[in-house]
């Protein structure tokens, strides 16, 4: 066969694929469109945001699902397919209980696997990324030296994500008291503290109590790592929160549209993906949560 026509063969088998490849993607997107239609009936409209809370200080448009694609999110793949750890400071035996169930729930959110790549001492933390709150007295690491002179330095190749957890206080920077946690979006970094989410070794309500709060920012912060914004749509575990009041009246789990989003990047099924997250928040006595899980599964299986 001549070498010409060989070439417009493989010509068309290029075209070929890449259309393939549209028509799949374009599957893939109408497939996990349902999640956003069928689950909006149980999805929680907004409340009118009080003067301190988190929308009545920035303004956020938010952000569809349309937008998300186009945003051209960092997504999970064959080389971005693990969530790496790096834990810093002391841990009590009940934090490190809840440390624990947090990357078994991380890994059932973000399907990947959850390993902890390295431990780091307080003393390595040098005196200028640290200090003494100059009200409450509060010992607090600076996050932003955590996320741009430690996790950025090591983050491992198949990272899909690098997660810093410590015990300690984190604040931000100037003109902050303090940060439940924080991301950096495009270098697939976080860190988050459990510093204010109450002794989870005072009893068992207390341990739940310090879980879920546990819970929420990690995968708040993990859902910024793979390109979603703050949550303007519903009641969501990716709404903004300025205040303890208002993370503590905020769900664990996505709305519709922030769901949508996560479905199409995780390539997941969705109601093998709500079923696992139901029963882990069912056997961690998270019960509300759990329901709204099963009854997203009901109506996904109408």
Known sequence: MPIRCLLVMACLLAVSSRLEAADKEA??????????????????TLDKPGPHDWLANHREAGQTFAQYVQAKPVLKSERLKTMHLCLIGDFTPD???????????LG??????????????????PDEARRTHP?????QILSTYVLDRV?????????????????????????????????NLR???????????????KDADAFRLCLRRTLAT?????????????????????NGSNNRVESDSQPLHF?????HKVCWNLRVEPVEYLTSLEKFCRREMLNDEADWYRDAVELLQK
Not at 95 to 105: A, G, H, P, S
Not at 135 to 139: M, P, V
Not at 187 to 201: A, Q
């Open 135 to 139: 009200t409450w007295g509060d010992k």
């Open 95 to 105: 934090q490190d209980r809840v440390l624990k169930l947090t990357m078994e729930y």
């Open 151 to 183: 996790l950025a330095l090591e983050r491992p190749e198949d990272a899909l994500a690098y997660l810093a957890f410590t015990a300690s206080d984190l604040w931000p920077g100037e003109k902050w008291n303090f940060v439940f946690g924080q991301a």
């Open 218 to 238: 990690a995968a708040h912060e993990t859902g910024h790592i793979l390109t979603i914004q703050h949550c303007t749509a519903f009641q969501c575990g990716m």
């Open 255 to 259: 709305c519709p549209v922030c769901l």
């Open 27 to 44: 599957g893939i997107k109408d497939r996990f469109e349902v999640v956003e239609t069928k689950l909006t009936p149980i999805a929680k």
């Open 187 to 201: 270098e697939r970094l976080g860190v988050w503290s459990i510093y204010r989410n109450g002794d989870p070794s």
């Open 108 to 125: 059932l959110v973000y399907t990947v696997p959850v390993k902890v790549h390295r431990r780091l001492s307080l003393d390595k933390i």
